[in-house]
C-alpha cells in the first residue's frame, strides 16, 4: 500500500493536538532487531465490550498494516492478552478499578475478529493470577528473555489502552533496555479522567519512547 493510500484511508481518524505536534514524519524503516507488540486488541476492549475503549478499533487496520509488512521481513510480533481468572483483583467487585473483562477463554478475552496475526504470532498472557494486576505484558510473564533470547533490539509497539496496558508494556520495555517506539495511530485511550492518553504519550516519550505515526512502509 502506498503511503498516500493509507493516509486518505486514516483521514477519519482524528490525532489529538499532542500527537500532530509530536508524531515523526516520514517512514519507519524495519531492521532485524525489531519486534512488534500488539497490546491487547481483545473484543472487552473493542466497542461493545464491557471495558470498551472509545474508537479502540480504529487501531485494527493500522495493526494489520504493520503485521503485514513485519511480517513480510519475517520479524517476531507478539500479542498481549488480558487473562484474568473470575474473581481477578482488578474487578470492582473485588474491590479493583475496572468492570469484569477478559475472562479467560470467554468470549470478551478473544482477540478481534478481524485482527489478522500471522500464524506464528507469539501470544502473551497477562493478568491470570487472582491477587496481581499486570497492566505491562512484561510483567508475571517471559515476554524480556523471549525477546532477549532473539536479539531485538527495538520494539514498535500499538494497542490497547494508551493510559494503563500500552503505557506500562512501553515503561517495561525501556527499563528493559530496549528501544521503544510508539505507534500513535495504533493506540487508544481509555482517559478515565480527560487527558489521560496524552499525558500518557507525554510520559513515555519523556522516558525515552519515540513516537512514529504508524504508516510504516516496507523499504
Ligand atoms: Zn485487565
Known sequence: ??????????????ASPILTSYALEGNLVLGKH?????????NDFLPGGSLAVSD?????PVINHCMQLS???????YATRDWHPADHCSFV????????????D????QFAENITFPDDVIIVSKGADSDKEAYSGFQGTDLSDQIHAKGIRR??????????????????????DLDVVLL???????DLHPGDGDRAIKSMMERGAEVHDGLILAD
Open 71 to 77: 511480517a513480510a521481513k519475517r520479524l517476531p510480533i
Open 34 to 42: 525489531d519486534a512488534l507488540i500488539v497490546v491487547d486488541v481483545q
Open 56 to 60: 479502540g478499533d480504529a487501531v485494527i
Open 1 to 14: 500500500m502506498k503511503r498516500r493510500d493509507l493516509l486518505k484511508g486514516m483521514a477519519a481518524i482524528s
Open 106 to 109: 470467554s468470549p470478551g478475552a
Open 93 to 104: 467487585e473485588n474491590g479493583g478499578t475496572w468492570p469484569k473483562h477478559c475472562i479467560a
Open 184 to 190: 500513535t495511530h495504533a493506540i487508544r485511550a481509555v
Open 155 to 176: 520494539v514498535i509497539v500499538g494497542g490497547l489502552a494508551t493510559d494503563y496496558c500500552v503505557l506500562n508494556t512501553v515503561y517495561d520495555a525501556l527499563a528493559n
